[in-house]
Nanobody, 123 residues
Framework: QVQLVESGGGLVQAGGSLRLSCTAS????????MGWFRQAPGNERKFVAS????????YYADSVKGRFTISRDNAKSTVYLQMNSLKPEDTAVYYC????????????????WGQGTQVTVSS
């Protein structure tokens, strides 16, 4: 059974910083990538950032590039999202996700999701 647990959300002023953490119970050898998504009220869930587990290559949405940094700790099976220069539009529930192989196929998908952690940025 795979479980993802997020932490680090909270309320901050615009321009402030937060560091989100996500720890996975899945064996890291089964993980292709881990990432972060966010969903604001009344909106769709959107991609924020991801990192290839083995190689460490990172990808970012244009809206957060230069402000957010994703990183990983292989030994702890943990992915982090360092969020700097936060803006009110960053307010959302942030979800951690794990990309693993789909059983019976040769493809990888975002198969596992955490419960989410609230990030609120005041102006």
């Amino acid at each position: 059974q795979v479980q993802l647990v997020e932490s680090g959300g909270g309320l901050v002023q615009a321009g402030g910083s937060l560091r989100l953490s996500c720890t996975a119970s899945i064996r890291t050898v089964s993980t292709y990538a881990m990432g972060w998504f966010r969903q604001a009220p009344g909106n769709e869930r959107k991609f924020v950032a991801s990192i290839i587990w083995g190689g460490g290559t990172a990808y970012y949405a244009d809206s957060v590039k230069g402000r957010f940094t994703i990183s990983r700790d292989n030994a702890k099976s943990t992915v982090y999202l360092q969020m700097n220069s936060l803006k009110p539009e960053d307010t959302a529930v942030y979800y951690c996700a794990s990309m693993t192989a789909v059983a019976g196929t040769g493809r990888h998908e975002w198969n596992y999701w955490g419960q989410g952690t609230q990030v609120t940025v005041s102006s």
